[in-house]
């Protein structure tokens, strides 16, 4: 499986993760922030670490990075090879 098979199979919950995760928030502050229980917040990373390949929140934290397209739409951050929205916030 290629690295855009991988990234289209990322639901948009797991994608709404992913982004509270590059902001460099903890599981906790990730459910607060969604409204969601610590426990979903872990088993939407262990179900992205599976289609990823990656083995932690280090390497998915990378693996999410190299997914930016780097620009910005209107506050909204896009990914490269889909063009989905993740929401607004600071890039780094």
Do not use: Y
């Not at 991988?6 to 459910?31: D, F, H, W």
């Not at 917040?41 to 929140?57: D, I, P, Q, W, Y």
Request: proline residues 3%; aromatic residues 4%.
């Amino acid at each position: 499986m290629d690295q855009a098979d991988r990234l289209l199979r990322i639901s948009p919950a797991e994608q709404r993760v992913l982004l509270q995760l590059l902001q460099g928030k903890t599981n906790r502050a990730i459910a607060a922030q969604l409204q969601l229980s610590p426990r979903t917040v872990e088993s939407h990373l262990a179900v992205m670490f599976e289609k990823t390949g990656c083995c932690n929140r280090s390497q998915l934290l990378l693996w999410g990075l190299a997914q930016l397209g780097g620009s910005q739409n209107g506050g909204s951050m896009t990914l490269r090879l889909i063009g989905a929205p993740w929401g607004s916030g600071n890039t780094r």
